[in-house]
């Protein structure tokens, strides 16, 4: 059976341990270097980073977080281990682990460490796919030729790459289509290297739980429940135009799924549905100019994240939660497509003021949806506001000034509440 070192990378035929190094880190698989599809995952990115650069931390539970209302952005596995997940309100997550270490997020430092292991990746292949800065999917399909080893090495060669250079982990998952790629990184965590093959696909999944399905929520997975799908050989007894009548386009989804089929290409330049911000309050508020405070800076992020990807937005959305942590969302479709920081704000000014209730609220948010390029951005300002032309040049003032000087080189009155 086709083997592999992870350690030295030396390939050869079944074994315990490695015949060159003596490692016991093997990966043994009779697909082994006839797949191609791959995602890779890095093992609690934040909390790596974290621990990385203070290696203080290296045996303490780490949770990358806001203050006591917010939540668990990341946990290391110390953490984990008692119970700490990912999106988990702080409060819960402190209550199982009291002892952690809790770090609020530095995204320009984490942003910066994604960039090197992307360009790492494109170093394999151009076809990469990124889903976060800690995953991303890659199809190495024929560069066995341009690096004269097959996609399994090469994927190996890239997480030895990533602990001897920048100190990281991450898990990889080697398939023949992004789905099983993306369950099989899930496998074996951390450190990990899975490989789900053609042949196995029926039988691997056959008794699996339909919420292996990436995108499956609790919600869906209740609608399922209903309909007497709980694994994947409950889906295999449905017909496809059953499954469409009941779950629509979802269906003839999951009818593909069930069997194994993906046919989704990994694609270098997937289109970014939407763009957001929101924050958390340590304590809920309804003070009015607190709350107007958060809009505009939440509007300025949002415009400063989308003019930097030269994109605009048809829909502006706004987001609360109440105190019993219940959702409220307010959606704006526009007569044009909008970038501008003091567009989004007065949108979802009006969003926010067509709330009845008015509080108090444990979060706020702000995003645009309906991208497009922004070239189709509002540029002749709204008739119906005679001085949104003037206030969306003094905003490009604005953008050129903090280009030169710095962000907090210039701000609004409004931005200090």
């Known amino acids: 059976m086709p083997s592999l070192c992870r350690d030295c990378l030396t390939r050869f035929e079944t074994g315990r341990r ?13 697909e082994l270097f006839d797949l191609s599809i791959a995602h890779m995952d890095c093992d609690a ?4 980073v974290e621990k990385r650069d203070n290696p203080e931390l290296a045996d303490k539970p780490v949770i990358i977080g806001g203050g006591r209302r917010g939540v668990v952005s990341t946990a290391c596995y110390v953490a984990r281990i008692r119970g700490v997940r990912s999106a988990m309100p702080m409060f819960q997550a402190l209550k199982l ?4 270490v809790v770090i609020r997020p530095r995204m320009q430092v984490y ?4 960039r090197a292991i992307r360009v790492m990746m ?3 292949t151009p076809d990469v796919e990124p889903l976060s800065l800690d995953e991303a999917f890659l199809d190495l399909s024929g560069t066995t030729r341009l690096h004269g080893a097959p996609p399994a090495v090469m994927l190996a060669r890239l997480v030895k790459r990533m602990k001897d250079e920048l100190g990281l982990t991450g898990s990889i998952g080697l398939s023949h289509n992004k789905f099983l790629a993306k369950v099989a990184s899930d496998l074996d965590k951390p450190r990990g290297f899975s490989v789900i093959g053609k042949a196995e696909t029926a039988d691997f999944l056959r008794d699996r739980p339909v919420r292996l399905i990436w995108g499956i929520g609790p919600a869906a997975q209740g609608a399922l429940e209903k309909a007497g799908i709980r694994s994947f050989a409950d889906l295999l007894r449905w017909e496809r135009r ?13 009818y593909d799924l069930a069997r194994g089929v993906d046919r989704r290409r990994v694609s270098a330049h997937a289109p970014i549905k939407s763009i957001s911000n929101e924050t ?8 009015p100019e607190i709350l107007d405070g958060h809009l505009w800076r939440m509007s300025e992020k949002v415009a400063d994240r989308t003019k930097a990807k030269g994109l605009a937005g048809r829909v502006v959305v706004l987001k609360l939660k109440r105190a019993d942590h219940s959702l409220l969302s307010r959606r704006l479709a526009l007569r044009e497509p909008v970038q501008l920081a003091d567009r989004i704000y007065r949108t979802a000014r009006g969003l926010f003021d067509q709330v009845e209730e008015k509080g108090p609220f444990r979060l706020l948010g702000v995003g645009l949806a309906e991208l497009c390029p922004e070239a189709e951005a509002e540029r002749s300002g709204d008739l119906l506001d005679p001085d949104a032309a003037q206030r969306g040049r003094a905003e490009r003032a604005t953008d050129e000034i903090r280009r030169r000087f710095g962000k907090d080189a210039i701000r609004k009155g409004r931005a200090l509440r």
Not at 45 to 48: E, G, K, M, V, W
Not at 111 to 114: C, G, I, K, N, T
Not at 242 to 254: I, K, N, T, V
Not at 280 to 287: A, C, M, R
Request: hydrophobic residues 30%.
């Open 242 to 254: 059953d499954l469409h009548e009941r779950f629509g386009a979802m269906g003839d989804r999951l």
């Open 111 to 114: 942003a910066e460490v994604s």
């Open 97 to 100: 682990c009291p002892g952690a």
């Open 45 to 48: 990115f934040y909390a790596s």
């Open 122 to 124: 494109e170093e394999l």
């Open 18 to 30: 490695c015949p060159a190094c003596g490692s016991p880190r093997v990966l043994s698989h009779p």
């Open 280 to 287: 958390t309050f340590d304590e809920d508020t309804g003070n």
